[in-house]
């Protein structure tokens, strides 16, 4: 028999996150469905990491520097390595950053290479995100 998954908008995940249902769970959403996320090794933190700061140090008034938080996209809601997104900060108290103030998507990849390349790369491309870059552990 054909098995069909229940797909889940992002107002039903953050329903779940607000019930506590995800509280110890690595998850994010892609395309509607809850994705375990690969654990961390040290060297994808790290690189991730001083990405971040160098992007801070070079950005510095122009955009805002995300690391390792959530974007809200149609029926999406990942958390990339690093994300650029427009000012002010403070924009971002009541809801993540969505498809329109994101300027570049960056994703540090080692065991997660196939699914950056592939299904991450198509929910940026139809978020029509103007920027995606996979570093290639």
């Known amino acids: 028999a054909m098995k069909t998954l229940a797909k889940w908008s992002v107002e039903d995940y953050h329903q779940m996150i607000d ?5 110890d769970r ?17 060297i994808h933190y790290y690189t991730a990491k001083q990405g971040t700061k160098y992007l801070e140090t070079l950005l510095t008034g122009k955009a805002d520097i995300r690391f390792n938080g959530p974007i ?17 900060e403070s924009m971002y108290k009541d809801h993540h950053p969505y498809a329109e103030d994101i ?13 950056d390349l592939e299904l991450k790369l198509s929910i940026y491309a139809q978020a029509q995100i103007q920027e ?4 290639d552990l």
């Open 19 to 23: 019930a506590g249902i995800l509280r």
């Open 26 to 42: 690595n998850v994010e959403l892609l395309t509607g469905e809850i994705v375990e996320m690969s654990p961390e090794t040290p």
């Open 72 to 88: 809200t996209l149609s029926d999406s809601e990942p958390e990339p390595d690093i994300a650029i997104v427009r000012l002010p």
């Open 103 to 115: 300027f570049w998507i960056i994703e540090v990849a080692k065991s997660s290479l196939k699914k």
């Open 132 to 135: 995606y870059w996979v570093l």
